[in-house]
């Protein structure tokens, strides 16, 4: 397995290169769900120019699709959080912690939470800041809720993959 990276000066270069890919075989991840479908339209109009009438559907995904088709597909005894389910744990764990169990408040925590895990850095450890030590005792009793509910964040799951594909233990046909 191999990663091609793009880069074209137009946007005429870029597309024809991404329809060759397609025509390989090959799988393309993209940064947003739009641009999923704007290569999927892309796909499409060059099939219909060639005056095909039927082909088979391109392999076009965003990354974050990847990463939970990919997730479920290698590790499903460990099920990945929702945004929704992960606000309702936030919920249980700050009404535990004697905080405001406020949706408002569990936003806040699950966004500084994710910011974290997502830099692979753990939250400053001062003993003699108060408000610090009430804090990471809010995120180590999530982390435990994680583990004891067998969870997997965002962040979790798409280290495992990247560890995966590290690895090449995913195999990706079509890619150069």
């Known amino acids: 397995?191999?990663?091609?990276?793009i880069k074209a000066g137009t946007t005429k270069e870029l597309?024809?290169?991404?329809?060759?890919l397609l025509d390989k075989g090959a799988a393309v991840l993209t940064g947003n769900p739009r641009l999923v479908t704007e290569l999927v339209r892309l796909h499409r109009t060059a099939r219909l120019g060639a005056?095909?009438?039927?082909?088979?559907?391109?392999?076009i995904s965003s990354f974050r699709f990847?990463?939970?088709?990919?997730?479920?597909?290698l590790w499903p005894e460990k099920r990945q959080l929702s945004y929704e389910a992960s606000l309702l744990l936030w919920m249980e764990v700050l009404g535990g912690s004697g905080l405001p169990d406020t949706r408002d408040l569990a936003s806040g925590?699950?966004?500084?939470f994710n910011t974290l895990e997502c830099n692979n850095a753990d939250p400053v450890r001062a003993p003699d800041d108060v408000l610090n030590l009430a804090r990471n005792g809010v995120f180590d009793a999530f982390r435990k809720k994680l583990s004891e509910r067998g969870l997997a964040t965002y962040a979790g799951a798409v280290a495992e993959v990247r560890a995966d594909v590290l690895g090449?233990?995913?195999?990706?046909?079509g890619l150069m």
């Open 15 to 20: 597309e024809r290169e991404i329809l060759a």
């Open 51 to 59: 005056e095909e009438k039927a082909w088979v559907s391109p392999d």
């Open 109 to 112: 925590f699950q966004r500084a």
């Open 168 to 173: 090449k233990s995913m195999e990706f046909p």
């Open 66 to 73: 990847f990463v939970d088709r990919s997730y479920e597909g």
């Open 1 to 5: 397995m191999a990663v091609k990276e």
